[in-house]
């Protein structure tokens, strides 16, 4: 099965050129988003791509005098989008194959982990679409941005501690034009669990999200992408806000996280605001996240406690392409608790500097960082990462 796995990813590298040419010249292309196939009108789209992430990194605590060095495949995904009825259809399914896509989210859990996404989207019009299925909820910026299209090679601990991430339901998306200005509006109704299988429960969880583009759009999609790639050539602007309340939920951090002990659930608000702004090479982003839960951790005879995140959060995060490819960033992220005494593990710092040299893009990278994060109680770590990504 891994062999077969490993013969359906290498196949587009197999003698591309090839390939290309036996294709009749109508019916298929290969460009920067993958492999692609259409049918003669038109009608109907089909394309595969895919997605490896090499990371190494070097742990130093200051504190304990220890540190760690690891190397892994931190991203091996596989990608299969499509279009049909002349676009009305738009449907998407993400596989993943390494361990740390599956191990962070529950592995131990009754789950399907290597699907990602599996979602079908209607387009009702041109400014409204209805879509089923498992797919991100549309939560803080830096969930929304892939991955593969960040300046440094992991997202933010402050973004760990309080995202929403994927889950299953019903995704309704809405945009609209005031003069120039452009108005993205998003609606779902999930169940609140994330990519594990669970029991049904009472509780469903409501998500809503607006963004607000003052200056027009970005080129190129360039509000989803972290960097200034596309050197905007006039201003540009997203402000958003995110809520969701997540019902009854049986894990810590929603759609993430251990199960609550003793077959308990929580009820977590969350609401988050963010802004993104771009021009001539120069980027800065930030997002500030506040979580309310109606308990602070659950408890067991025999394992002890786990903690349900809760308090403030936030991110200031900034980059500028001094040459065309090459990039240096900065971050700052902390979190603090409403109630430190039972959130400890919650309280950190984050400062770090990050150089990227893009060789096509987010498409094909290489990324270097540096930082030190500090946390409770009384640790301070300093960490290294290098990591390559390569896209087709």
């Given at each position: 099965?891994?062999?077969?796995?490993?013969?359906i990813l290498l196949i587009p590298f197999l003698n591309i050129n090839a390939q290309v040419q036996n294709f009749p010249e109508e019916g298929s292309f290969l460009n920067d988003n993958g492999l692609s196939f259409a049918s003669k009108d038109s009608s109907q789209t089909l394309t595969f791509n895919g997605r490896i992430q090499a990371l190494g990194a070097e742990f130093a605590d200051f504190k304990a005098a220890t540190n760690t060095t690891e190397f892994f495949v931190r991203r091996c995904r596989f990608s299969i989008k499509g279009t049909s009825l002349n676009n009305k259809v738009v449907y998407r399914v993400q596989l993943c194959f390494s361990q740390r896509d599956m191990s962070a989210d529950n592995s131990r859990e009754i789950n399907n982990l290597v699907l990602r996404d599996a979602v079908i989207?209607?387009?009702?019009?041109?400014?409204?679409?209805?879509?089923?299925?498992?797919?991100?909820?549309?939560?803080?910026?830096?969930?929304?941005?892939?991955?593969?299209?960040?300046?440094?090679?992991?997202?933010?601990?402050?973004?760990?501690?309080?995202?929403?991430?994927?889950?299953?339901?019903?995704?309704?998306?809405?945009?609209?034009?005031?003069?120039?200005?452009?108005?993205?509006?998003?609606?779902?109704?999930?169940?609140?669990?994330?990519?594990?299988?669970?029991?049904?429960?009472?509780?469903?969880?409501?998500?809503?999200?607006?963004?607000?583009?003052?200056?027009?759009?970005?080129?190129?999609?360039?509000?989803?992408?972290?960097?200034?790639?596309?050197?905007?050539?006039?201003?540009?602007?997203?402000?958003?806000?995110?809520?969701?309340?997540?019902?009854?939920?049986?894990?810590?951090?929603?759609?993430?996280?251990?199960?609550?002990?003793?077959?308990?659930?929580?009820?977590?608000?969350?609401?988050?605001?963010?802004?993104?702004?771009?021009?001539?090479?120069?980027?800065?982003?930030?997002?500030?996240?506040?979580?309310?839960?109606?308990?602070?951790?659950?408890?067991?005879?025999?394992?002890?406690?786990?903690?349900?995140?809760?308090?403030?959060?936030?991110?200031?995060?900034?980059?500028?392409?001094?040459?065309?490819?090459?990039?240096?960033?900065?971050?700052?992220?902390?979190?603090?608790?409403?109630?430190?005494?039972?959130?400890?593990?919650?309280?950190?710092?984050?400062?770090?500097?990050?150089?990227?040299?893009?060789?096509?893009?987010?498409?094909?990278?290489?990324?270097?960082?540096?930082?030190?994060?500090?946390?409770?109680?009384?640790?301070?770590?300093?960490?290294?990462?290098?990591?390559?990504?390569?896209?087709?």
């Amino acid at each position: 099965m891994r062999f077969t796995l490993l013969l359906i990813l290498l196949i587009p590298f197999l003698n591309i050129n090839a390939q290309v040419q036996n294709f009749p010249e109508e019916g298929s292309f290969l460009n920067d988003n993958g492999l692609s196939f259409a049918s003669k009108d038109s009608s109907q789209t089909l394309t595969f791509n895919g997605r490896i992430q090499a990371l190494g990194a070097e742990f130093a605590d200051f504190k304990a005098a220890t540190n760690t060095t690891e190397f892994f495949v931190r991203r091996c995904r596989f990608s299969i989008k499509g279009t049909s009825l002349n676009n009305k259809v738009v449907y998407r399914v993400q596989l993943c194959f390494s361990q740390r896509d599956m191990s962070a989210d529950n592995s131990r859990e009754i789950n399907n982990l290597v699907l990602r996404d599996a979602v079908i989207f209607y387009n009702l019009s041109k400014a409204f679409r209805l879509g089923i299925g498992q797919t991100k909820l549309p939560g803080n910026r830096q969930r929304v941005n892939s991955s593969g299209q960040l300046q440094f090679a992991e997202r933010s601990n402050t973004h760990d501690a309080f995202t929403l991430d994927r889950d299953r339901g019903i995704f309704f998306q809405n945009d609209f034009h005031i003069g120039k200005s452009l108005f993205k509006n998003f609606l779902t109704v999930s169940a609140g669990e994330g990519r594990i299988t669970v029991s049904p429960n009472s509780g469903v969880c409501y998500t809503a999200r607006t963004e607000w583009l003052p200056l027009g759009k970005f080129k190129n999609g360039g509000d989803y992408f972290e960097a200034d790639i596309e050197r905007e050539q006039k201003p540009k602007l997203s402000i958003a806000a995110t809520y969701s309340y997540n019902d009854k939920t049986k894990r810590v951090k929603g759609q993430l996280g251990e199960y609550l002990y003793n077959n308990e659930s929580v009820n977590i608000a969350y609401a988050e605001t963010d802004l993104l702004f771009k021009y001539k090479g120069f980027s800065f982003a930030t997002e500030f996240y506040n979580k309310v839960v109606s308990s602070n951790f659950t408890t067991s005879s025999t394992s002890g406690r786990r903690i349900i995140p809760s308090g403030q959060a936030w991110l200031i995060q900034s980059g500028y392409l001094f040459t065309k490819k090459d990039e240096i960033a900065l971050r700052y992220a902390g979190a603090k608790n409403n109630k430190a005494d039972v959130n400890v593990g919650v309280f950190f710092r984050e400062y770090m500097i990050g150089y990227s040299h893009y060789f096509k893009g987010h498409a094909l990278k290489l990324q270097s960082d540096i930082g030190l994060i500090e946390s409770k109680p009384n640790k301070q770590i300093v960490n290294a990462r290098i990591c390559a990504i390569a896209a087709f």
